[in-house]
């Protein structure tokens, strides 16, 4: 029987014409298996079984479109509690997907299963996932990118190529044994040997050679690089040896384009540059290069990691692969360590792109104000005990208005749902510091924090301006401040203390930058803006892990709204209890 003769009856035909169209409107429903397992993984010469997704590291790259539905089943095979977080997703009425640990939901335990079930709505750009408990970050993450819908395309000129580049941080030990005995001693942790570009040291370590990250271009093509830092405790200057860089998109949101030689991603940031290809064979080849900026007193990882950018030649030009060995091989020129001049003016370049299509819904009018002071402190060492903290005889610590958060046992949204939340947390988070003081100046004699597990209870739809201010308390630090469940518009920024008279006047109501993670400047402050439309438990928190490990953290519990689109959904039966 010839096709020809076949016949596909018309319902059938309108029914498969209205399924690619549904298809195109209402986005897919995604299915991906994170097994939650041990792997052997050498690097610098040392190996050791680190906890993995699917025995990958780093983990899987979920791709999906804006509009599409996430069903990521996650099972545990490892003896450590786990939680995944979707860094910068909005969980709009979903909360109970967002995943950090003892706020949206009880870990996973050993043997269980959760299925991560989200939409991604308005989004588009490059985000990313990470374990979110304790230290298991460190090993447990990936990107998640999110393309625009079928049919839409990107305000800028179309990439021959995307390549996600992923910024981690490597211990020769055990991270999980590294911030236990930290908390236990009251010291800084031991400091990670090693940055990883795609899991990879590179070259300018020892014994690392092999374990290179190499990026193989053609001249005159355009590729899109998502960067992505998911190093522990360092924000991170990047750079690639002759080539200009031009920004397009943090966190998942478009910016006004600009050229730079170098860029700044803070832990938690994302950031997608255009990267434009020589015109012709070079006759080099080229590092990419990132190395920490540090601003804090304590000791960090001053180490680079480096990958490699190699033009490809096809095999019959005179660039055969063994004089491309030959080629000399440029190295970028970073910042200096501490180079805040550098930092300000990057940040200060950064502007939504604010146009029509892809508008910067800014918050004219602020319906609740917060002064909130970030930075670190002390709590004293238990008696019978010598600490190394700043003292002998105390702890590091970190806080937020000066409250140190008490992890919970048992997760806040569940008891927020239930209304049983009065054993668990206090509605009494200060909005502003009780006792102020000249916070950049010098510092007060008594560093000693307060404790607690208090949050801040905010009405639907309520529209909120929050000042943070670090605090030179222990030194004065940048903090990568980072807010779960929503974007934020940065309106402002400056250094010493805010000042709530002058400073509004300032303030940018028109194409501020749109982000989920902001670098709270050393020594200064930062205004943020945001519409508290996403109903649920909402996590915030400096995006150092040690900060967070310290109690540099606090929660934002965001009522119902009347409407039906203004609830949270119940909890997923398979939710995990504690
Ligand atoms: Cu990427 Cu609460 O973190």
Redesign the pocket.
Known sequence: MGVSHFKIPLFLLSLIIFCMFEHALAGTTKHYNFEIRHQNVTRLCHTKSIVTVNGQFPGPRIVAREGDRLLIKVTNHVQNNITI?W?GIRQLQSGWADG?SYVTQCPIQTGQTFVYNYTIVGQRGTLWW?A?ISWL?STLYGPLIILPKLNAQYPFAKPHKEVPIIFGEWWNADPEAIITQALQTGGGPNVSDAYTINGLPGPLYNCSHKDTFKLKVKPGKIYLLRLINAALNDELFFSIANHTLTVVETDAVYVKPFATNTILITP?QTTNVILKTNSHYPNATFLMTARPYATGLGTFDNTTVAAILEYKTPSNTHHSAASLKNLPLLKPILPALNDTSFATKFTNKLRSLASAQFPANVPQKVDKHFFFTVGLGTTPCPQNQTCQGPTNSTKFSASVNNVSFIQPTTALLQTHFFGQSNRVYTPDFPTKPLVPFNYTGTPPNNTMVSNGTKVVVLPFNTSVELVMQDTSILGAESHPL?L?GFNFFVVGQGFGNYDPNKDPANFNLDDPIERN?VGVPSGGWVAIRFLADNPGVW?M?C?LEVHTSWGLKMAWVVLDGKLPNQKLFPPPADLPMC
Do not use: A
Request: proline share 8%; hydrophobic share 10%.
């Open positions: 977080h860094h950090p990470h979110h970050r938690g980072h779960h993670t996590f928190h995006h």
